[in-house]
């Protein structure tokens, strides 16, 4: 039984990521053929669903799509462009942003808003905009998994784990994983300082982006005081979260339907893709705890380590940077977590170690490779549609250096604060 449950899994993820077929007929088949054979019920697969996760993604994508409608980060790009000294300064300044703005905005939609003003800089210095737009994407892909709600991994490991919003920057009185992503910031954007500071050109004045209002960023502000008000909050409801990102995200789509008539839309343009993604991954997740190979394959880690706990933690982060250097790191972060808790169990040491470790390696490895992660494949459409040809080795060369810098710094501030 295990055999065939490992199988019809590698077998789907594989058909995923070569995009042999519609991810969603994949799926479908999958857990149809689950639940014919007898390996998963129905029961236990509605019971394998995260609704809490379900909740704050489609809460926190309705909040984001309000503040790229609001204008206010094309506002705050151009008005960074206008003071910086020179053009190099000015591209680093933007990917810093680009950086902040993903840490509360889904990585997509980051580079979507910034994007537009790299290119009117590029095209202004008649530069080729390439190495522009993948510091952008990159500085995005890393800051996503700074906050609870900034990327769809951070938002399934909190929720998996029992963290709330406060454990990210400070838990159980140790520096929280915030702060291994700051650090490699810090040691990232020194790769992109090193490769833009040859632009010394002199900015040229870029036409100021108006604000449309700035009630999306009042509500995106008041959801992540109230997400961090709420964590000292002992007993808290196990759907706080869940319902105080709805609940925001309510209050948006009715002052938008009433103020611009446009809710109906946007609804529609909201990510439903990922969101209905998610739940067949859960449920095809689900079938292999249900069966016991996550319990296999933590067992297989523990083994070859020989309970060796850095060893451990090395093989959780880099092989994780690894894979998700090429698949989609939302079916993976969903199989590991169990795996790095059961590992961390079996070593008789806290899960935090290998769990931060998982989400900096699944969220940074993506930017080694143009297909490693969404935001990535995004800036590799709009370039073409530019009239820019993308080389895998072009990314790989800003990716690589970019991504090694900042998960080794993160990867030793880990080790050294949570071993």
């Given at each position: 039984m295990k055999l065939l449950v490992a199988a019809v899994f590698l077998l789907t993820y594989l058909l995923i990521v070569t995009k042999k077929a519609h991810p969603?007929?994949?799926?479908?088949?999958?857990?149809?053929?689950?639940?014919?054979s007898g390996v998963i019920t129905p029961k236990q697969a509605i019971s394998s669903i995260n609704y809490n996760v379900l909740a704050v993604f489609l809460g926190t994508m309705v909040l984001s799509s309000l503040f790229t409608f609001s204008a206010v980060p094309a506002y705050l790009a151009t008005k960074l462009v206008d003071r910086a000294k020179t053009v190099g300064t000015a591209l680093l300044g933007i990917c810093i942003l680009s950086g902040l703005i993903s840490s509360v905005v889904e990585n997509v939609a980051t580079v979507l808003i910034v994007a537009p003003i790299a290119f009117e800089v590029a095209r202004r210095l008649?530069?080729?905009?390439?190495?522009?737009?993948?510091g952008i994407t990159v500085s995005a892909n890393l800051q996503g998994c700074a906050t609870m709600v900034g990327d769809s991994p951070s938002i399934i490991l909190a929720l998996s784990s029992g963290m709330n919003f406060?454990?990210?920057?400070?838990?159980?009185g140790r520096p929280g994983i915030t702060f291994a992503v700051e650090l490699g910031a810090l040691a990232s954007f020194c790769v992109l300082y090193l490769m833009f500071r040859k632009y010394k050109q002199p900015v040229e004045r870029i036409e100021e982006v108006k604000v449309k209002t700035w009630f999306p960023a009042i509500l995106l502000m008041l959801m992540l005081l109230t997400l961090g008000s709420t964590s000292f909050i002992k007993n808290r409801h196990p759907y706080s979260v869940a319902f105080i990102c709805l609940g925001y995200a309510l209050i948006g789509l009715v002052w938008h339907q009433l103020r611009h008539k446009e809710s109906i839309s946007l609804i529609k343009d909201l990510d439903w893709y990922t969101f209905f993604f998610l739940i067949g991954i859960f449920i095809l997740v689900g079938s292999l705890s249900f069966c016991g190979v996550i319990d296999d394959i933590a067992r297989f880690i523990s083994a070859i380590t020989k309970g060796n706990k850095f060893l451990s933690f090395t093989i959780?982060?880099?092989f994780s940077v690894l894979v998700?250097?090429?698949?989609?790191?939302i079916p993976y972060t969903v199989a590991m977590i169990p795996v790095a808790k059961l590992v961390a169990t079996s070593?008789?040491?806290s899960p935090y170690l290998f769990?931060?470790?998982l989400l900096i390696g699944t969220s940074l490895g993506g930017n080694i490779t143009p297909i490693g992660a969404s935001a990535n494949v995004v800036?590799?459409?709009l370039l073409h549609k530019e009239g820019y040809a993308v080389k895998f080795c072009d990314f790989v060369k800003i990716g690589l250096p970019f991504t090694l810098s900042a998960v080794s710094t993160g990867y030793l501030f880990l080790w050294f604060v949570w071993r």
């Open positions: 969603f007929v994949v799926l479908g088949i999958a857990i149809g053929f689950l639940f014919v008649k530069a080729d905009p390439l190495p522009f737009l993948i406060m454990d990210f920057f400070w838990m159980k959780i982060v880099w998700s250097a090429f698949v989609d790191n070593l008789g040491t769990l931060f470790g800036a590799v459409g």
